[in-house]
T-cell receptor, first 114, second 113 residues
Framework: EPEVTQTPSHQVTQMGQEVILRCVPISNHLYFYWYRQILGQKVEFLVSFYNNEISEKSEIFDDQFSVERPDGSNFTLKIRSTKLEDSAMYFC????????????FGPGTRLTVL | AQTVTQSQPEMSVQEAETVTLSCTYDTSESNYYLFWYKQPPSRQMILVIRQEAYKQQNATENRFSVNFQKAAKSFSLKISDSQLGDTAMYFCAFGGSQGNLIFGKGTKLSVKP
């Protein structure tokens, strides 16, 4: 069964460094999302992406964040200058159809900012 | 704005028994989807069950079923014949017109032998 994959599984970085989190969505899916989950808290929406542009973004998704689909398969989340509070689990999700359909989540990337 | 509330931070159940997790939500939309996701200690998000708001029939998936009360904006998850592998965090989520999911704070379920 096709699945969403994410790399790396765990990333440790120093405060102020740039990180790129990578996701490979399910191949025939059209909508892509990034969510984050700070340890012990609920999952929060960051950004949605369709047709090579951002569809929606939350107030968390400020100028430090960017997303890109550099080729036909990868979907990346970049954090330009990491802060301690960016430490969290980051989930990528993909969806075959627009709006209210099932989103399939990747296994997540645990980001630790020191 | 839509909100999702899970009022039970933690629950426990004996193996083979039945447990019900509660979820309420608030929305002004009429067409939407509701989901239950399971998050085991590995922290992977696994879809358990989904319900389309326009369907009156409650969704079921093997030992998992929901009680969807649209007027009351309630969406509870029933797990029958609980198994040790059901131990996890369970998140209720709302999917509406904006596309992104809105999650509740989760219920930590422990299944005891």
């Amino acid at each position: 069964e096709p699945e969403v994959t994410q790399t790396p599984s765990h990333q440790v970085t120093q405060m102020g460094q740039e990180v790129i989190l990578r996701c490979v969505p399910i191949s025939n899916h059209l909508y892509f999302y990034w969510y984050r989950q700070i340890l012990g808290q609920k999952v929060e929406f960051l950004v949605s992406f369709y047709n090579n542009e951002i569809s929606e973004k939350s107030e968390i998704f400020d100028d430090q964040f960017s997303v890109e689909r550099p080729d036909g398969s990868n979907f990346t989340l970049k954090i330009r200058s990491t802060k301690l509070e960016d430490s969290a689990m980051y989930f990528c999700a993909s969806q075959p159809l627009p709006r209210a359909d099932t989103q399939y989540f990747g296994p997540g990337t645990r980001l630790t900012v020191l | 704005a839509q909100t999702v509330t899970q009022s039970q931070p933690e629950m426990s159940v004996q193996e083979a028994e039945t447990v019900t997790l509660s979820c309420t939500y608030d929305t002004s939309e009429s067409n939407y989807y509701l989901f239950w996701y399971k998050q085991p200690p590995s922290r992977q998000m696994i879809l358990v069950i989904r319900q389309e708001a326009y369907k009156q029939q409650n969704a079921t998936e093997n030992r998992f079923s929901v009680n969807f009360q649209k007027a009351a904006k309630s969406f509870s998850l029933k797990i029958s014949d609980s198994q040790l592998g059901d131990t996890a965090m369970y998140f209720c989520a709302f999917g509406g017109s904006q596309g992104n999911l809105i999650f509740g704070k989760g219920t930590k379920l422990s299944v005891k032998p």
